[in-house]
């Protein structure tokens, strides 16, 4: 199933896609969940398939505005350089860092997201806003101390993420955390596809466009440190709650490593499409 997060007639809730274009409103159907996390956290989210059999569609998709999947996460916990032709490449271009033991990791705020649909915005501050196509893994279940073998049962599923990078304030110090929390620069959508639609492991072919052009193309199966890796490491440090959001990190093909450096600006569109969950779709806008 596709669950999302988006607004209709005014009103904030949260459903399921049907096809071939429609949404079943399941925030009006179900009103005992404040939201999309509340439906996950209850485990009713497993039967979504049957909360929406028989109905008809409250609306379609081209009715809705789209939410990030997740809208205020307690937690967006990001790795960094986990495919290894991304590292190659970082290091090609002269930043010299050696791979780590563990994942790297830095955490996002809730309010640098934006939704399909809704433009990621380039600060005043830069010109320098760069793409990186990812794979987003949204907790179902929570835990702390989480074994790789057990990771998967914490998954409620997946969807696309564009974790916008503003590369000179990513590099002002080691930490890059500045460069990556920019008021809405990273792009969450358009839903998320829950974890039975995915086989534990697969490899997802992950591609990422700018106005058209493909700039990344990888997959999944690419990543240094895979996904129930990232979910043990960090429920070692934090308890992991429903909601929380594990953005898996990004293949080669970033503008800034380009010779001369390529970024997003104004007018420009980006689009990340991973296999078995579809596209998430962002116009570059300037800050006003």
């Not at 109905?55 to 009715?63: E, F, H, Q």
């Not at 304030?169 to 358009?190: C, V």
């Not at 979910?231 to 990190?249: C, E, K, M, N």
Request: hydrophobic fraction near 40%.
């Amino acid at each position: 199933m596709k669950l999302l997060s988006f607004i209709h007639q005014g009103r904030e809730t949260w459903g399921a896609v049907i096809e071939p274009n429609g949404v079943v409103d399941l925030g009006r159907l179900m009103p005992q969940h404040a939201g999309l996390v509340e439906y996950i956290a209850s485990g009713d989210y497993l039967q979504a398939r049957q909360h929406t059999a028989g109905r008809s569609a409250d609306c379609s998709l081209d009715d809705i505005t789209y939410l990030p999947v997740i809208p205020r996460p307690e937690k967006i916990i990001c790795a960094v350089r986990n495919y290894m032709d991304h590292h190659q490449e970082v290091l090609a271009a002269g930043m010299h860092r050696e791979l780590s033991e563990q994942p790297p990791i830095f955490l996002r705020v809730w309010r640098s997201q934006v939704a399909h649909g809704q433009p990621i915005i380039r600060p005043k501050v830069s010109e320098s806003l760069d793409w990186e196509g990812e794979l987003a893994v949204i907790i179902g279940k929570g835990g702390r101390d989480i074994a790789e073998a057990d990771a998967f049962n914490h998954v409620a599923g997946y969807a696309c993420y564009n974790d916008g990078s503003i590369r000179e304030w990513q590099f002002h110090a080691k930490q890059i955390a500045s460069g990556k929390n920019f008021e809405s620069t990273g792009g969450f959508g358009p839903w998320m596809v829950t974890a039975d639609e995915i086989a534990p492991n697969q490899a997802l072919k992950l591609v990422t466009r700018l106005n058209g052009e493909v700039v990344q193309s990888s997959h999944t199966g690419h990543m240094i440190f895979p996904t129930a890796k990232l979910i043990s490491y960090a429920s070692t440090i934090f308890t992991l709650v429903p909601g929380d959001v594990i953005v898996t990190g990004t293949p080669a093909g970033v503008g800034w490593s380009r010779k001369p450096p390529r970024f997003m600006k104004p007018g420009d569109v980006c689009e990340v499409e991973i296999e078995g969950i579809g596209t998430l779709r962002n116009p570059i806008a300037a800050q006003a």
